[in-house]
Each structure stands twice: as structure tokens, then as C-alpha cells.
Antibody, heavy 120, light 107 residues
Framework: EVQLLQSGGGLVLPGGSLRLSCGAS????????MSWVRQAPGKGLEWVST????????YYSDSVRGRSTISRDNSKNTLYLQMNSLRAEDTATYYC?????????????WGQGTLVTVSS | DIQMTQSPSSLSASVGDKVTITCRAS??????LAWFQQKPGKAPRSLIY???TLQSGVPSRFSGSGSGTDFTLTIDSLQPEDFATYSC?????????FGPGTKVEVK
């Protein structure tokens, strides 16, 4: 069974930093692309970033590019999202997701979500 | 970016009803359209990918169709556990974009 266990959310001051983690089990982590998707309170889903299985290709939304870094450690079966220069509009529940394939953008399994609140 | 719209934004239905939700892309996306179900406070659940392929474990009362820019999610014989918000997503090109969601409520 695919499991994605997220950690790292919380309350952070504007301008602060946070690192989200997503531990994977139940599948061959190194063979699948992984993504982050967020959802602001009461709003729809918004894609944030994708990293291919090998880590060679990385994509970001315009809203986080230059402030966030997606990475993966295939030896630890873990996905990360380092978020810097956080703004109030980054407040959201962040979900990690396993892609359907090595380079796919389609998420077939989701983490439980972690809430990031940016507020003074 | 490809814009995704959905209609209706919400609907009221009863158990046993047939429900149809429409999703439209601002430009052609081939077959790269997915549908997700989400309940309050929960993570999304992947239902359908490649327009019409059911994710493993998804009941057969769910179906998807369409091509190009216009797509449909149909739920035959709505069940109590189906009351939720449904969102479409195009994954043909970066950035992948989601529709705003359709809330299916109890009539």
C-alpha cells in the first residue's frame, strides 16, 4: 500500500522559512516523479512543484519560483519542499503526491496534508 | 497557462441520482485530464486519469469522457459517500492546472 507521511508544517512569520517533508513507503520511490500541491483555506487546489524520478528535471509554479526548492533523497524515500521568504498568501495546506510515472504530472496518491500558516 | 473551468460550481442531488459535471480547458489538452474527489478536511482522492481511466479501487459508477477541451465526469446512482467536491486537472503541459471545483451536496 502506498503511504505518504508528511511533516514540517506550522506557524511561521512573514519572511520566514520552513521545510516540508514527505516520507514514502509501499512503492519504489526512486522510480516515480513527486509533486507538491497546495490549497489555501476555502480555495481550490494549486500545483506548486514537481520533481522527476531521477531529480534531473524540476518545475515550479510562478507563485513559488525563486523562493522554494523541491528536492528528494531517494536513499531515504523522502521528498522535501524548502520554502523561503514566506508570505501571507503562502498560507495553505500543502499536499505531497506520488506521480503515475517517472515524469508524469498526474498524482495518483496523496499525502495527508500539512498546514502552513504565515502570520505575524 | 491553461485555464480550467467547471460547471456547475455546486449542485444538489439525492442518493440514486445520476450526476454530471463538466470541465472545460482554455486550449486543447489531448486526453490528459484527471478528476479528483475531496471531502472537507481530507486530502484529495484521485478518481480518473487520461480522461476516462479509473484509478484502482474507484467504483465503476464513476466515469469520465471527453476530448480536446471539453470533458465530463459522471456519477451513476449517487451514493452517500459521494457527497464531496470534485475537481478536474489538466496535466498536458506545465503548469498543471486545476478547475475551481464542483460541490455535490445533499438535496
Amino acid at each position: 500500500e502506498v503511504q505518504l507521511l508528511q511533516s514540517g508544517g506550522g506557524l511561521v512569520l512573514p519572511g520566514g522559512s520552513l521545510r516540508l517533508s514527505c516520507g514514502a513507503s509501499g512503492f519504489s520511490f526512486s522510480q516515480y516523479a513527486m509533486s507538491w500541491v497546495r490549497q489555501a483555506p476555502g480555495k481550490g487546489l494549486e500545483w506548486v512543484s514537481t520533481i522527476t524520478a531521477s531529480g534531473d528535471n524540476i518545475y515550479y509554479s510562478d507563485s513559488v519560483r525563486g523562493r522554494s526548492t523541491i528536492s528528494r533523497d531517494n536513499s531515504k524515500n523522502t521528498l522535501y519542499l524548502q520554502m523561503n521568504s514566506l508570505r501571507a498568501e503562502d498560507t495553505a495546506t500543502y499536499y505531497c503526491g506520488k506521480a503515475w510515472g517517472a515524469i508524469s504530472k498526474y498524482i495518483d496518491n496523496w499525502g495527508q496534508g500539512t498546514l502552513v500558516t504565515v502570520s505575524s | 497557462d491553461i485555464q480550467m473551468t467547471q460547471s456547475p460550481s455546486s449542485l444538489s442531488a439525492s442518493v440514486g441520482d445520476k450526476v454530471t459535471i463538466t470541465c472545460r480547458a482554455s486550449q486543447g489538452i489531448n486526453i490528459y485530464l484527471a478528476w479528483f474527489q475531496q471531502k472537507p478536511g481530507k486530502a484529495p482522492r484521485s478518481l480518473i486519469y487520461a480522461t476516462s481511466t479509473l484509478q484502482s479501487g474507484v467504483p465503476s459508477r464513476f466515469s469520465g469522457s471527453g476530448s480536446g477541451t471539453d470533458f465530463t465526469l459522471t456519477i451513476d446512482s449517487l451514493q452517500p459517500e459521494d457527497f464531496a467536491t470534485y475537481s478536474c486537472q489538466q496535466y498536458n503541459t506545465y503548469p498543471p492546472t486545476f478547475g475551481p471545483g464542483t460541490k455535490v451536496e445533499v438535496k
